[in-house]
């Protein structure tokens, strides 16, 4: 895929790369369009999971020249289409992510960063608003008072401090960070690749489901996750005493 974003399949790994490390990978018109088709293309694969990168020093530094932000909003915001893909989406940091490139980062599901890299959200000092999910997706993740603090004030939150907050999964020193991110997708590649779906489901539900009707919706994906042939497998596996073999059916 071209267009300043790169996308692979390797061992059932979509791995999607913001390309343009030039210009810290900030997102052009045609790189939205191009990580909209690669979250497409991911999400109709076979791929269990999904990383999202950027190339060089930078993750992304937000939105390039001349960029408008308003055009890349609604049902074709390339950050929507990330957090649209039903399969774990894996952001891997080995840079700063800037605005919309940490607005990017909050769509993931897991965050894995380099202790170097530093996550910030200026829009406020510059007279904006963040418009990519930020103020939703944020609060969410870390609580309403420590949002509050991060977007108001534009304070860039490093690695260490993200990680206190609940806001990035794993850290590691930047020659560490790929065996982490092996780790981590090995992981989920070894699950059972509806489950993972209908885990994330749920959980990403439950923030704005009555508990009442969290449970219902819990019970009703373990009933559905029963009839499967990858639950047969799992169950099958376990009396025979062997690594399973999903399929993902």
Not at 194 to 210: G, H, I, M, T
Request: one cysteine or more; glycine letters at 10%.
């Amino acid at each position: 895929m071209t267009r300043g974003v790169a996308y692979e399949i390797r061992d059932r790994v979509a791995t999607v790369t913001l390309d343009r490390p030039g210009d810290a990978n900030r997102l052009t018109n045609e790189m939205a369009a191009a990580l909209i088709d690669a979250s497409e293309a991911a999400e109709d694969s076979d791929a269990i999971a999904v990383v999202v990168r950027g190339s060089g020093r930078w993750f992304c530094a937000g939105l390039a020249d001349g960029v408008v932000a308003e055009e890349l909003q609604g049902r074709r915001s390339p950050i929507d289409a990330v957090a649209r893909v039903t399969k774990p989406v894996v952001a891997v940091l080995d840079g700063p992510a800037i605005g919309p490139g940490a607005e990017l980062v909050l769509a993931a599901d897991l965050r894995i960063a380099a202790d170097t890299a530093t996550l910030e959200f200026p829009d406020v000092g510059n007279g904006r608003l963040p418009c990519f999910g930020a103020t939703q997706r944020l609060p969410r993740l870390v609580g309403r008072a420590r949002a509050l603090e991060i977007l108001l004030l534009g304070t860039p939150v490093c690695a260490a401090e993200a990680a206190e907050l609940g806001l990035v999964t794993r850290v590691a020193a930047p020659g560490e960070l790929e065996a982490v991110v092996e780790e981590v997708v090995g992981v989920l590649c070894a699950c059972g690749p509806l489950a993972l779906v209908l885990a994330k489901e749920a959980l990403r539900r439950a923030c704005d489901l009555p508990l009442a009707e969290g449970l219902r919706l819990e019970e009703d994906l373990y009933a559905l996750l029963q009839t499967t042939a990858d639950r047969r497998e799992g169950v099958r596996s376990f009396l025979k005493g062997r690594p399973p073999r999903f399929r993902g059916r």
